[in-house]
């Protein structure tokens, strides 16, 4: 097995192998950028994104646990990003770009240290020829740094399980640690792709590094831990229950970031399933892709039978895909065979030339920027703009004001929820005012106009705005005899009115 960078492997590889290794790169940076192109602005969940990276420490971790569900790694990361360069929202989805090239170029590695130079050349071609990777390179999410972190955990448990060693535990430890605290649902992620390096390592032969491997396990269950204590304090995302059979056509569709046409939808599902089916040709790479991709499904299906729905695209896409990449290119180097090889290759080609195509008018909806366009022009000094939602005020601000508008653990509503109000008389008044978990005001005022983060509706003598999330106006308790009024509605996130 070749060891190195990607570029001393480029150097042991056959010109074959470079040539579809830089199609790879090309096609895959290609559509990274143009989806890049594409983006004016950040959409929602974006936008919380970057408000937890520009807090200062400490607060930081006190704030992504106070309004977070997620863990903080992936927004430690941003934080850093923003340090170095402007925080503007074209260079901040930049560094999405750099890190889906990043999980590329790990790809490309993993595969040629795992199975050489040629897997690594079809690794990268399948993997950057699917719609859902510039998606994830113009996304200001946690995607592209899941991708890289799911692949290093594999890698890891395989090597630590062919040669065990303090210093690989400890490398093993750190990276599951590090993939489990980049989303909330990622600790699952990360004991599937350890069992699935067991499987393969042990369909090798001998496994010297059992017992350490085991040892790491029980080691990264104690430092994933307190994600739960997150979930109970914070809780998760409200899902909406789905029927199991409907659900496997959300499986399909893990390669499309987009709404298609069932026939191509079909086609993309079929493709996945071929896929799959070359990752179980080779004997090492079968039990990663029955525990890793096929086992992640099924839970989830499972999941969505009981009412529990846990697939979401983006994340599923993120944390299985490059695997999926991985054991089919060992599949095809398995088989040998050019006319394989060749229908693969021009079935990447056509995708990545479909994906092209198709990116234009298919990026996220941008409605925050042209919404506080429309609200900045219609306020005046003495006005007041009332927003219910966390994550909407964050936005309004940041576009309003600016994106250093301020800290969010300052303004709040001045009511905590119970689960909140319960964890502050645990602590008691000392610690909570100390960790910032009381808020300062309920309000922002700049340049004469109040930003209230409330949904109690006070008279004042100016005018009264309210900004609602996807035309939710029910939280706003209003005055007697008053009523709201629906000035304009930008696409499905928000929606800009008045009280009258």
């Known amino acids: 097995m070749p060891n190195g960078t990607l570029f001393q492997i480029w150097r042991t590889s056959t010109w074959q192998d470079r040539i579809l290794l830089a199609v790879a790169f090309v096609l895959g940076s290609g559509n990274a950028f143009r989806y890049w192109s594409e983006r004016n602005s950040l959409w929602q969940d974006e936008i919380s994104a970057i408000t937890h990276a520009l807090q200062p420490w400490p607060s930081f971790l006190v704030e992504i646990v106070r309004n977070e569900i997620h863990p903080p790694v992936y927004f430690a990361l941003l934080k850093l990003w923003q340090q170095f360069l402007p925080s503007d929202d074209r260079s901040l989805l930049l560094s999405s770009v750099f890190l889906q090239l990043c999980a590329l170029t790990v790809l490309g590695i993993v595969a040629a240290r795992e199975f050489g130079p040629r897997a690594s050349a079809y690794a990268c071609l399948v993997y950057a020829a699917m719609p859902i990777f510039p998606a994830q390179a113009g996304n200001l999410r946690m995607y592209a740094l899941a991708s890289c972190l799911i692949l290093l955990t594999w890698q890891a448990n395989c090597r630590l ?51 350490r491997w085991r040892r790491t396990g029980v080691a990264t269950a104690v430092l994933l831990a307190p994600l739960a204590l997150l979930a109970f304090v914070r809780g998760g995302p409200k899902l ?201 005001t309920d309000r922002l005022v700049d340049k004469g106009v109040a930003y209230v983060f409330e949904s109690q509706v006070a008279v004042s003598r100016g005018r009264i705005w309210f900004v609602s999330w996807a035309g939710d106006t029910e939280p706003f308790a209003l005055p007697p005899g008053a009523a709201l009024r629906i000035v304009r509605r930008f696409g499905r996130e928000l929606t800009i009115g008045v009280v009258d």
């Open 161 to 211: 399980l062919r040669e065990p060693s303090g210093r690989t535990a400890a490398v093993t430890v750190f990276l599951q640690t590090m993939t489990g605290y980049t989303h909330l649902t990622a600790f699952m992620f990360v004991g599937l792709a350890a069992l699935g390096a067991y499987g393969s390592v042990r369909a090798e032969g001998r496994i010297p590094g059992a017992r």
């Open 240 to 440: 909406s229950k789905e029927h199991g059979l409907a659900f496997i056509s959300h499986i399909a569709s893990m390669m499309l970031p987009w709404q298609v046409p069932s026939t191509l939808l079909a086609a993309y599902g079929l493709g996945l399933a071929l896929l799959l089916a070359l990752g179980l040709v080779d004997r090492r790479t079968r039990p990663t892709v029955l525990v890793i991709p096929i086992g992640a499904c099924v839970l989830a299906t499972l999941l969505a039978f009981v009412g529990r729905p846990l697939f979401r695209n983006y994340v599923f896409a993120a944390y299985l895909l490059p695997i999926v990449g991985l054991c089919a290119a060992r599949g095809l180097t398995t088989l040998a065979r050019w006319p394989v090889a060749g229908m693969a290759i021009a079935a990447c080609l056509c995708s990545s030339l479909y994906t092209w195509a198709a990116i234009p008018g298919r990026t996220p909806d941008e409605n925050y920027a042209p919404a506080t366009s429309f609200l900045k022009g219609s306020l005046r000094p003495g006005d007041t703009v009332y927003v219910a939602h966390y994550d909407v005020y964050w936005g309004i601000l940041r576009y309003c004001v600016g994106p250093r508008w301020g800290e969010p653990l300052d303004v709040m509503p001045l009511h905590s929820n119970d689960k909140w109000q319960a964890v502050q008389r645990r602590l008691g008044t000392g610690w909570a005012d100390r960790l910032r978990l009381v808020p300062q």
